[in-house]
């Protein structure tokens, strides 16, 4: 499939994909999502892909946040249906998806950017890497899960105060609360990303698909995680992943999985 905003390539099992607007700082417009839909659809459905890392084109910006042109006009029942179309379509197909996203936060993550990457499993910054969510300045509220993941991610109080001052972060003060995993410089973003989605590859795939669907239970509010927990634990007994892990911790030799 070819893109027109997108960069999209497949190394060895994970699928890179680079959103390409730099001479609008990645800014998401429908487009753009529609394309997001597309190829993270299509990861999630192919076999020769295990896992996904998602980052921005240039120096500049991961995502500088979505594209206010669209929707400067819209009235309230055209908002909210801007926000309900891309929940459903990307941030939430990247969060429920059972594949592992890594999210590489090469530089400005804000707004709908930042909630870009809190809809990815797993978050990398570059050291210059700045984030925020500043929609209270145009007089709305963070659309697609922002006001959720973040509060998911850091606690209530941290993301009320992020959310109603507007104000933007460095990338080792989201760390420090908790909001991205680790910290690396520009240089190492992209290598880092790629090397801890290695070694998650490396992992049962039965497994690791079963572990994203767990935790993410725990904030399904239908769900009873614990019992999400236990029946995707018992359903790993009898594969062959459960067959070759026993096999190799037995005969002290690294587990060779099924990709």
């Known amino acids: ?44 459905s192919d076999g020769a892909v295990g896992g996904i890392i998602l980052t921005g084109a240039g120096a500049k910006a991961f995502v500088a946040g979505a594209d206010i042109s669209e929707f400067s006009s819209f009235n309230n029942e055209e908002g909210e249906k801007l926000a309900r179309t891309g929940q459903t379509t990307v941030f939430n197909i990247i969060e429920q998806g059972t594949k592992p996203v890594i999210a590489a936060i090469n530089g400005f993550a804000l707004g709908g950017g930042l909630e870009l990457a809190m809809a990815c499993h797993i ?36 993301a009320l105060e992020m959310i109603l001052s507007a104000d933007m ?34 992992r049962s795939p039965i497994a690791v698909s079963a572990a994203i669907r767990a935790v993410n239970a725990s904030f399904d509010k239908e769900s009873n995680g614990y019992e999400t927990e236990i029946s995707l634990f018992g359903s790993c007994f009898g594969t062959p ?17 099924i990709k």
């Open 169 to 202: 972060i460095n990338a080792e003060e989201a760390y420090r609360i908790g909001l991205v995993n680790h910290v690396v410089s520009g240089e190492e973003l992209i290598s880092s990303s790629e090397k801890l989605m290695r070694t998650i590859l490396s």
């Open 241 to 257: 992943d459960f067959n070759e892990g026993v096999s190799a911790f037995t005969e002290k030799r690294k587990p060779d999985f």
């Open 1 to 44: 499939m070819e893109y027109q905003n997108l960069l999209v390539e497949n190394r060895d099992r994970i699928l890179f994909i680079t959103i390409n607007r730099p001479e609008k700082l990645n800014a998401l417009n429908k487009a753009t999502l529609q394309e997001l839909h597309n190829a993270f659809s299509s990861a999630l």
């Open 123 to 158: 978050r990398i910054a570059a050291e210059t890497a700045r984030m925020g969510l500043p929609e209270t300045t145009l007089g709305i509220i963070p659309g697609y899960g922002g006001t959720q993941r973040l509060t998911q991610l850091v606690g209530k109080g941290r």
